[in-house]
């Protein structure tokens, strides 16, 4: 795809071979004429794939709006959200045992959402671990597993993909189940936050288990049961359900923006090689018609004289 | 967890839908004076019911027992069990009831009180002749399954929601 190779690339690859025949002779019109096609048909899916990811990022930013409330309950005893960049500066903030969760995409040709992500995390991860502080990795998303598979894959515990979208929040539940299963001092969500069609950014949400806090947490509260470890246990089982859940949503929305963005400019660089192709096409053609032209006058006049 | 998702399969199963509530609860602005009001977040993963809203006073359904909640009440947390939500908007007013999954209650010390479930309807919107076909299906489940296994806890689950429900709506089970 012209957007994710680079302009520049993708214009030597596409232009590569005629370039190089205009330099030995004349390049052929047929060959210009068979790129200009096949760009015209990859522009054709670009196109399609930049309405869809439009209408999918609708649906998304609907349900991202709807859920998006749900999240305060736990925001109310939990430390706000902060930026990855910011996050990934105050490592040394963070307790013995840590474990990242991170929110990707399962389909790909969606712009920087994904690779954005891992290339903080393989700064991040071996960091942590040269400060001998535990990491481990839970990863959602296929594309998770591509770009972070093998240069992380030490401290990978789970990956899950092809979960399906849309995401529900039984999906989250399900996968709660799994990490509250992982012993840690501190979970971290890092997953895209949707600004808006054009805007997204990296964004870390920490919750710590009852087990791992200090002091007396919730002093000030009754508990209903008094059972306080159990309830504390089933609150925190349900926070990080619900901020999976909005995470997703989330990263959802963002993935369908990210790819809205990146179709559109697969299209125009598509566009704009057209019109250089046909330049080139034309230039072709012309000096083809010219020595035509040449050959028959100097035929005409080998003869006459 | 269970219990939200028993309830999830009796929504999924009565086909309530959540965006019916929405329609007639536009979010409130939240009220700095708000009088002898608590402020009300009540939402579920799908929707936001209540957001900042102020109302005189609710009755929860805590894994306890049912306890209300008005203003400057001392701060809970609190485990919910399927049952019923009363909000009373203004004193003197008939509560408003919803019948929810499992899920938290959460009072602050500044009055707000955030309900956070994972299911809820509208109690006039459940179709009350359903709910003792639902309770004889699931206790059908229950003596079906093995002891000790999941599909027991899972029916056993449905059939306190039923339960629950027919408590709620007033319907005889047989």
């Not at chain 2, 809970?76 to 899920?103: C, D, N, R």
């Not at chain 2, 109690?123 to 489940?141: G, N, Q, R």
Request: hydrophobic residues 45%.
């Amino acid at each position: 795809m012209s957007a994710s190779l680079g302009y520049q690339a993708a214009r030597r690859l596409i232009l590569g071979g005629a370039t190089r025949m205009v330099a030995r002779g004349m390049a052929s019109e047929k060959e210009i004429a068979a790129r200009m096609k096949s760009t015209a048909g990859i522009n054709k899916i670009t196109k399609t794939m930049k309405m869809v990811a439009a209408s999918k990022m609708r649906g998304d930013e609907d349900r991202l709006k709807a859920g998006r409330p749900f999240q305060k309950w736990v925001d109310g005893f939990t430390p706000p959200p902060v930026l990855l960049e910011d996050f990934a500066k105050s490592l040394d903030k963070l307790p013995q045992s840590n474990l990242l969760v991170v929110i990707t995409t399962d389909r790909g040709l969606c712009g920087g959402v994904n690779s954005s992500l891992a290339r903080v995390m393989k700064h991040m991860v071996p960091a942590l671990d040269k400060e001998k502080k535990d990491v481990q990795l839970f990863i959602v998303g296929d594309k998770g597993r591509a770009t972070m598979g093998r240069p992380l894959g030490e401290f990978i515990t789970q990956i899950n993909s092809d979960s399906g979208t849309p995401y529900n929040f039984s999906l989250a539940a399900a996968l709660a189940q799994d990490v509250t299963q992982i012993k840690a001092d501190a979970v971290h969500v890092v997953f895209n936050r949707f600004r808006s069609a054009i805007a997204y950014e990296a964004t870390v949400k920490t919750l710590y288990p009852p087990a791992a806090l200090t002091g007396e947490p919730y002093v000030e509260y009754e508990f209903e049961p008094d059972t306080k470890t159990e309830v504390l246990d089933d609150m925190y089982e349900m926070a990080i359900a619900t901020t999976m859940f909005t995470s997703m949503l989330e990263s959802a929305a963002a993935e369908q923006s990210s790819r809205m963005n990146a179709m559109e400019n697969a299209s125009k660089n598509g566009e704009d090689l057209i019109k250089e192709l046909s330049i080139q096409y034309n230039r072709a053609r012309q000096s083809r018609i010219t020595t035509e032209l040449v050959e028959i006058i100097s035929g005409a006049s080998a003869l006459e004289s | 967890m269970l219990v939200a998702r028993g309830i999830f399969q009796l929504a999924a199963r009565r086909g309530v839908h959540t965006t019916r509530i929405l329609a007639s609860t536009a979010p409130a602005a939240a009220d700095a004076s708000s009088g002898d009001n608590l402020i009300l977040n009540f939402s579920l993963p799908a929707a936001s019911i209540y957001r900042n809203k102020p109302v005189a006073s609710v009755v929860i359904p805590g894994l306890a027992g049912e306890y209300g909640v008005t203003k400057n009440h001392s701060p809970v947390i609190a485990e919910l069990k399927a049952g019923v939500v009363q909000i009373v908007h203004e004193t003197g007013q008939a509560p408003e009831k919803f019948f929810v999954s499992g899920g938290f209650a959460l009072t602050h010390a500044n009055s707000v009180t955030d309900i956070a479930v994972v299911e809820a309807a509208k109690l006039e919107d459940i179709d009350a002749e359903e709910v003792p076909k639902i309770y004889a299906e699931a206790m059908k489940d229950y003596n079906a399954a093995a002891e000790g296994s999941k599909e027991k806890v899972e029916a056993q689950i449905e059939v306190e929601v039923a339960k629950s429900l027919a408590g709620a709506l007033g319907v005889a089970l047989t």
